[in-house]
């Protein structure tokens, strides 16, 4: 899978189309701030005190496409692709990068996250809901709630990218 343009959403569409497309064009958005430049520029954290990467958002969208639309929505039993790291409660959601990390794992496993809720999400209506919290979450929410977190993030990913290379507006 490659992301080699942003397709803007559809402008007038279904609202399952609009919510996918949406989510399409800011998983690309993600990938286009990556595009060109090489592990160590990757590595680069945005200021101090701040250690986020844009590695590091890279791994963090393939352990939310992992909780999101595995675990929650179709209740597998995974466990954090990156692993507990810093917070001994849990795991960092991937921002932290270890010595071995690179751009190319990290873009395999994100592709691979998305293939899998692709498929998740292909036999499930909008209003399909999965337990959470104590409570129900449905696919419109978790659409929503991933827009969301890729909008934010590609906000943090604009600023990491120009302050590395100073390319701006991708």
């Known amino acids: ?93 991937g921002f932290e990068l270890s010595p071995g990390s690179s751009y190319h794992a990290a873009i395999t496993i994100w592709q691979d996250e998305i293939r899998h809720a692709r498929a998740v999400c292909a036999t499930r209506s909008l209003d399909d809901t999965s337990p959470f919290m104590d409570t129900d979450v449905s696919l419109r929410w978790i659409y929503l709630h991933m827009i969301t977190e890729y909008a934010r993030h590609c906000g943090h990913a604009d600023l990491i990218r120009e302050r590395v290379d100073g390319q701006t507006g991708v």
């Open 1 to 93: 899978m490659s992301f080699p343009d942003r397709a803007m959403p559809p402008l007038n569409a279904d609202e399952r189309t609009t919510l996918e497309g949406w989510l399409d064009f800011y998983r690309a958005t993600l990938a286009s701030k990556c595009d060109g430049l090489d592990d160590e520029q990757l590595r680069a954290a945005s200021v101090d005190p701040s250690e986020m990467t844009l590695l590091g958002l890279l791994q963090h969208a393939a352990e939310v496409e992992r909780n999101w639309f595995r675990r929650v929505l179709a209740g597998d039993q995974v466990s954090p692709i990156f692993g507990p790291k810093r917070h001994p409660e849990g795991h960092d959601g």
